[in-house]
């Protein structure tokens, strides 16, 4: 069973840090999205990226936020400046075709 | 508002027994409709999906109907078993959009299932 891997599993980190949630997406996958999920509430969608850049990006998605891939493996969320309310479970998922591979998260909590 | 929603945010069913989650849905222009179970400390994961130009999919103990007269959307799980415990999502993306891209999530329904 293939399977999306995120480091790291959990991230403490001070309001204003900056923090990178790393994800390997399933290696043959070309789409990647990154969704989170504050506790108690619905999973939103974040970002999608394709053929290396934006597809699509949701409010949420403000200048605070950055993906990249910055090999043949590795897909990054950055937040630049942490606010409280970035506080969540963030999954990257990656898909070709036929189902979509969400991640375990990382639960983020902004001190 | 609110795109898609869960009637019950709890459902017990005994072991052995059929279980049925339902979803509505709000936007007329979705076309795709993904169920994803969530267990404690996991990502969601993929249990079935169907496209608006069907009316039901079978999978192996799931099946996912969808009516789009009155944009309801429900998963039923036969002869559920103790794995089945956890917290299920409908969700929704628009025309031309696959995989998980954009997808409108429901709050969920934890389903229980009891010995």
């Known amino acids: 069973e293939p399977e999306v891997t995120q480091t790291p599993s959990h991230q403490v980190t001070q309001m204003g840090q900056e923090v990178i949630l790393r994800c390997v997406p399933i290696?043959?996958?070309?789409?990647f999205y990154w969704y989170r999920q504050i506790l108690g509430q619905k999973v939103e969608f974040l970002v999608s990226?394709?053929?290396?850049?934006?597809?699509?990006k949701s409010e949420i998605f403000d200048d605070q936020f950055s993906v990249e891939r910055p090999d043949g493996s590795n897909f990054t969320l950055k937040i630049r400046s942490t606010k409280l309310e970035d506080s969540a479970m963030y999954f990257c998922?990656?898909?070709?075709?036929?189902?979509?591979?969400f991640g375990p998260g990382t639960r983020l909590l902004v001190l | 508002g609110e795109s898609v929603g869960l009637h019950l945010p709890t459902l017990s069913v005994q072991e052995g027994d059929n279980s049925i989650i339902n979803c509505a849905y709000s936007?007329?222009?979705?076309?795709?409709f993904i169920w994803y179970k969530q267990e404690s400390g996991k990502g969601p994961q993929f249990i079935i999906d169907i496209r608006s130009n069907m009316d039901k999919r079978q999978g192996q103990r799931v099946t996912v109907l969808l009516n789009k007269t009155v944009k309801h959307l429900s998963l039923q799980i036969a002869a559920t078993q103790p794995g089945d415990s956890a917290v299920y999502f409908c969700?929704?993306?628009?025309?031309?959009?696959?995989?998980?891209?954009?997808?409108?999530f429901g709050k969920g329904t934890h389903l229980i299932i009891q010995p």
């Open positions: 936007n007329s222009a979705s076309d795709y």
């Open positions: 990226f394709y053929n290396n850049e934006i597809s699509e």
């Open positions: 969700a929704e993306n628009i025309a031309g959009r696959g995989g998980a891209d954009g997808l409108t």
């Open positions: 998922a990656s898909w070709t075709s036929g189902p979509s591979y």
């Open positions: 290696s043959n996958h070309l789409y």
